[in-house]
C-alpha cells in the first residue's frame, strides 16, 4: 500500500519528486502521452507538499505553471489546495471554482500587469 505524501519527510518528498522526474522524461521519449499526463500530475502533488501555504495570499492572482495564457486567483486555501478561478488573457474569470496544486502557482501577478 502507498504512503500519503502527507506522511513523507521533505528528504523523502524531493528523491519522490526526482524519481517521478526520471519516469515522466522516458514516457515522453517513449512517447506514452498518457503516462506522461499521469505522472505529470503525481509530481505535482508530490511537490504540492513542498511548497509553504503560506507563501500565497487569498485574493491574489498567480501564474499558472505550463499554462502561460492564464492565470489563477485564489478564494481560500485549503492544505496544498489553492481554491479559486482561472482568469485568461482578457481577464475573464472563469465561472467554475476549482482546486490546483499550489505547486503549479508561479509567479504573483503585479497589480499593474492585472490592469487594476
Do not use: C
Request: aromatic letters at 12%.
Amino acid at each position: 500500500m502507498e504512503r500519503r505524501y502527507s506522511t513523507y519527510t521533505v528528504e523523502e518528498l524531493r528523491a519522490e519528486v526526482a524519481r517521478i522526474k526520471e519516469k515522466l522524461q522516458k514516457a515522453e521519449q517513449w512517447g506514452n502521452v498518457s503516462e506522461y499526463e499521469i505522472l505529470q500530475r503525481k509530481m505535482q502533488m508530490a511537490a504540492a507538499y513542498l511548497v509553504n501555504p503560506a507563501d500565497f495570499d487569498k485574493g491574489e492572482r498567480y501564474e499558472l505553471a505550463g499554462d502561460p495564457g492564464q492565470t489563477f486567483e485564489i478564494t481560500y486555501i485549503n492544505g496544498v489546495f489553492a481554491w479559486g478561478h482561472r482568469i485568461n488573457l482578457l481577464g475573464q474569470k472563469f465561472e467554475k471554482e476549482e482546486a490546483v496544486p499550489l505547486s503549479i502557482l508561479g509567479d504573483k501577478q503585479s497589480k499593474y500587469k492585472r490592469g487594476k
